[in-house]
């Protein structure tokens, strides 16, 4: 993380179980990696099988956590972009806050989304 702050790369940041893992969530990663240089997926501790997500071209990288740790977290790495995908819930509302107190984007991709590539 340290070295991609020092070449000013944008980092997102999203954390779930993404259980299951289904296309369309795999297209909301995707997007949410379009905001950036570089994502970083949190998987919450409990996931059964976070594998999967480890091979998705959207996903630079990963770590499992406990849910608790998220917070802390994201005020120690303070990446640019914190991406909800799905619905947004109030359980959410300590790690928007976080992301906004250091000066972070809090975005909500909604499930349901689609996404367009561009036309090339």
């Known amino acids: 993380m340290q070295s991609l702050k020092q ?5 997102v940041l999203v954390a779930g179980a993404f259980e299951p893992l289904t296309e369309p969530l795999v297209a909301l990663l995707r997007r949410a990696r379009s905001l950036g240089d570089a994502l970083i ?8 099988r976070w594998e999967p997500l480890a091979t998705l071209d959207a996903v630079d990288y ?9 917070v802390p977290l994201l ?30 984007f809090a975005v909500v991709l909604p499930k349901g989304l689609e996404v367009i590539a561009p036309a090339e």
Request: charged share 20%; net charge negative; aromatic share 10%.
């Open 7 to 11: 070449a000013n790369k944008q980092v």
């Open 62 to 70: 990963l770590t499992v956590l406990p849910e608790d740790a998220l």
């Open 75 to 104: 005020q120690q790495l303070q990446p640019p972009y914190y991406v909800l995908l799905g619905d947004y819930r109030e359980r959410d509302l300590p790690a928007v806050e976080s992301v906004i107190a250091y000066g972070g």
């Open 41 to 48: 997926v949190v998987i919450y501790e409990g996931a059964s």
